[in-house]
């Protein structure tokens, strides 16, 4: 075709009405394959759009499992938290420990020393009463140093108990 121009007159067998049929023809499969595209592109297009769909329930579902498991592990997380505060709010302190075992420790020894000094005068007693007296006054020191060891005792049970009611 360099130059030459297609056989298009009528000695070709080319008329007008002919060279219309033929690209009128040819205009009709361009359409008529313009439409079967259009008509996959749809397809693919409604396709596409459906697995979108499925993709985003998909994605929205998966959304609110992880919400629910975050939720629930947030909501042991805040169990511990309150646990620990619980914990914090009636436990004993070292502080605490240390203050209220050294007063025990100044009242046992107290308690000694005041029953040192009563063993004391109850010698003092039964040296100056004699030996008739020293029954009377071994009893006499036997119930005071009874007496004693209970009042210890007792004031001992007040500040466990203290610490007991506490510590609730």
């Known amino acids: 075709m360099s130059g030459s121009k297609p056989p298009c007159g009528p000695q070709h067998g080319w008329t007008l009405d002919a060279l219309e049929?033929?690209?009128?023809?040819?205009?009709?499969?361009?359409k008529e394959s313009i439409e079967e595209m259009d008509d996959r592109n749809r397809e693919r297009f409604a396709a596409a759009k459906e697995q979108v769909q499925l993709a985003l329930i998909a994605s929205d579902k998966a959304v609110t499992k992880a919400d629910a498991a975050t939720e629930r592990r947030f909501e042991g997380v805040n169990e511990f938290r309150a646990a620990l505060s619980d914990q914090s709010a009636t436990l004993l302190t070292r502080n605490e420990y240390n203050v209220a075992h050294q007063n025990l420790t100044d009242k046992l020894a107290r308690n000694e020393h005041t029953l040192s000094e009563i063993a004391q005068r109850i010698l003092k007693l039964e040296t100056t009463l004699g030996t008739k007296d020293a029954v009377t006054s071994k009893t006499t020191s036997t119930v005071v140093a009874i007496i004693s060891i209970c009042y210890g005792v007792v004031a001992s049970i007040g500040v466990i108990a203290a610490f007991i009611i506490r510590a609730r």
Do not use: F, M, P, V
């Open 21 to 30: 049929r033929h690209l009128g023809n040819q205009i009709t499969a361009i």
